[in-house]
């Protein structure tokens, strides 16, 4: 199984991005998937989590600003980013729980800047 993720990039404070992330390769079931940020010269941080059963959670910095969707019939998961701030510029990884397995994507570096 692997993880791509796209749609990094630089924006300007209260702009908008949008990240996706797919799973490919032998899938069975997808119980889990989320975003994690690593801002610079800080630790890995849960973003967004998001179930099978749709239910989310949302770290108390990006709640009302931040949506995390899945398309289960494609195995992807999206970042809607809103009102984005200075504090937001990190690597974004997504990450999957499929099959009893956790995966990683690459990151995806986001800068949030004038």
């Known amino acids: 199984v692997q993880l791509q993720a796209s749609g990094g990039g630089l924006v300007q404070p209260g702009g908008s991005l949008r990240l996706s992330c797919a799973a490919s390769?032998?899938?069975?079931?997808?119980?889990?998937m989320a975003w994690f940020r690593q801002p610079p010269g800080n630790e890995r941080e849960l973003v967004a989590t998001?179930?099978?059963?749709?239910?989310?959670n949302y770290a108390d910095s990006v709640k009302g600003r931040f949506t995390i969707s899945r398309d289960d019939a494609k195995n992807t998961v999206d970042l809607q980013m809103i009102s984005l701030k200075p504090e937001d510029t990190a690597v974004y990884y997504c990450?999957?729980?499929?099959?009893?397995?956790?995966?990683w994507g690459k990151g995806t570096l986001v800068t949030v800047s004038s």
């Open positions: 998001i179930f099978g059963a749709g239910y989310t």
């Open positions: 990450y999957a729980f499929i099959d009893r397995s956790a995966y």
């Open positions: 390769g032998s899938i069975f079931s997808v119980e889990r």
